[in-house]
């Protein structure tokens, strides 16, 4: 009995050992080759909190990268994914994002590849929800933290010392990092002056570089299993239109999804929250997007993108107009937060694409707070404007 209940422990215990031995490069050697184009529109979690395919990817002049958050799932035909693909454009968008993922998150990311970062185009569309009062929060931080760009981000002397330290600062106020005794030691150091701090954080590095090692194994093994394709709507219906014509397109096809509500949001997501809508009217008089922590998280990333040389096109996405005035929702509240991004993003020399005056614009968002359908085709142009260098009129389908 005991024999039959010991080997397969036994039997696991020494395929990790095997597993753990095996060389890093001779895993890299057998991680098939289209790996990193099938990753690009499979939102694979494994894939945002690790490193070698968003490596890979920055290294690769045919991926033009674009991060957000649970917006780039929704993948209707006019997604930049598909649109792209189907109209044969030179670039491929690779998706890094999902629901929850902030400016934190991304900051951490951007620190993971600043190398790779610079020179390199990419698309990053920012929203309005991720500026609460008090910034992200336990519930959105956690699942999209990543254990290997948290120890890396203390291993990094390659980015600016005091960019660093702010970082650590906000990153020490999140549980995954205050119960990490080992990563908590080193990051306290980074921003103490205390000699004893110091010893202890010397103490427990050699530690935490066999843990990182652990967790960049890990991730080449996450990376050689796979994940699971996304679902698409590709579709030819999108090619050989005028930007003009595309968004029409798009207007009607949202209209024929959104039959049952005065708000544009599709009949499904509607139907989803319908019994709760007369319980939201007038709830959120007071709120705005104006003042949070979010500002100082953004500004990070701003910093970090700069210095590592990268060049960013800012998606500025507005919120579902009439949805936020049924609520209450202050117009001022909203106008605040769109006059206070463009400015923080433009002090910074990068280009951004301000789309709030579409709040009111039907089918540019396809629920009360995701861009889809005609929001989509402004993106389309505004994404294939900047990648050929032209900067003027990104917010508008006027070349």
Known sequence: ??????????AAFLVLVILAAIPNQWVERIIPKNRVEEAATELNPFMFQGKYVQQ????????????????????DRFHPSNY??????????????????????????????????KGKKIIFIVSPQWFQPKGTDETHFVPNYSSLQGYDLAFNNTIDPKLKRAAIKRLLTYSPIRKDPILSTMYKAEISNNPWTKRKSALVRPIARVYRDILVKK?????????????????????????????????RYGKRRSTNNEFYVTNGQYNKIREMVPSMKDQKAGASYGKSIEYRDFQMVL??????????????????????????????GRTVYYEKIKKQIEAEGFAVADFSEHEYDPYFLKDTIHIGWKGWVY?????????????????????
């Open 84 to 117: 792209f693909q189907e109209t044969g454009a030179d670039f491929t968008p690779f998706l890094i994002g999902r629901g929850g993922t902030t400016s934190i998150t991304h900051f951490l990311n951007f620190a993971e590849h600043t190398k790779q970062l």
């Open 56 to 75: 890979k990817m920055l290294e690769d002049k045919h991926f033009l990268p674009m991060y957000g958050s649970s917006e780039l799932a929704r993948l």
């Open 303 to 332: 910093d970090l993108l700069k210095d590592a040389g990268a060049e960013p096109l800012f998606i500025s996405i507005p919120v579902n107009g009439k949805w936020y005035d049924y609520t209450g929702f202050p117009k001022k």
């Open 219 to 251: 991730d080449l093994y996450y990376t050689l299993a796979g994940g699971k394709p996304h679902k698409r709507a590709l579709s030819p219906k999108v090619k050989h239109r005028t930007w003009k014509r595309l968004a029409a397109q798009a207007e």
């Open 379 to 399: 993106t389309d142009k505004a994404i294939q404007d900047f990648y050929e260098g032209k900067t003027k009129n990104l917010n508008t389908l006027v070349n």
């Open 1 to 10: 009995m005991k024999k039959a209940i010991f080997s397969p422990i036994i």
